[in-house]
């Protein structure tokens, strides 16, 4: 089956520095990828979508400034958190959507990361 | 409103016995897909079962079956012969066929399988 990578798996920053997740579809190109962000004992909630050489598209409440999203290429997505605070701490999760029929009936997700901001 | 409703937080179940799992949905699309994941403690998503608007027959993968009532908008999962294993959180999703296509999640459900 399809594979979706993301790194780093864990992360503990300072406060105000800036975290960089990567996303990488292994064994097929992904038009679509979107970003979750999950709080412990909740449900998976969608920040934003991103599709390759176009601008992300956040969902309401989700700051754009303060979650920057790159999806450069049909194999890379990534989501950087700049100025990170106690608050953003949380469960980031990628999922990727390939190209081909067969694919599209599902999402292949990341193994998530667990963000930790002192 | 919302659109996936898990209204079991915590369900237990006997080994080796089925356990079902329930899921409501609303959306005023004729196409749209419904989703089953499970989530071990480790924090991934597993994929278990996949259930199309127009598909006629429930879904089916190995233990796992989608019981699909479309006017009522179920699509409770079934899990048979339950095994330690099973323990986890279930979400219950939909995508909508419009729009940018994304997974709508439910609250979940823990499920504890107990020997």
């Known amino acids: 089956g399809a594979v979706v990578s993301q790194h780093p798996s864990r992360v503990i920053c300072k406060s105000g520095t800036s975290v960089k997740i990567e996303c990488r579809s292994l064994?097929?190109?992904?038009?679509?990828m979107f970003w979750y962000r999950q709080f412990p004992k909740q449900s998976l909630m969608l920040m934003a979508t991103s599709n390759e050489g176009s601008k992300a598209t956040y969902e309401q409440g989700v700051e754009k400034d303060k979650f920057l999203i790159n999806h450069a290429s049909l194999t890379l997505s990534t989501l950087t958190v700049t100025s990170a605070h106690p608050e953003d701490s949380s469960f980031y999760i990628c999922s990727a959507r390939g190209q081909s029929r067969g694919l599209r009936e599902k999402l292949f997700f990341g193994s998530g990361t667990q963000l930790s901001v002192l | 409103a919302q659109k996936i409703t898990q209204t079991q937080p915590g369900m237990f179940v006997q080994e080796k016995e089925a356990v079902t799992l329930d899921c409501t949905y609303d959306t005023s699309d004729q196409s749209y897909g419904l989703f089953w994941y499970k989530q071990p403690s480790s924090g991934e998503m597993i994929f278990l079962i996949y259930q199309g608007s127009y598909d006629e027959q429930n879904a089916t993968e190995g233990r796992y079956s989608l019981n699909f009532q479309k006017a009522r908008k179920s699509a409770n999962l079934v899990i048979s012969a339950s095994q330690l294993g099973d323990s986890a959180m279930y979400f219950c999703a939909m995508r909508e066929d419009t729009g940018r296509r994304a997974l709508t999640f439910g609250s979940g459900t823990r499920l504890q399988v107990q020997p």
């Open positions: 064994d097929f190109q992904a038009t679509t």
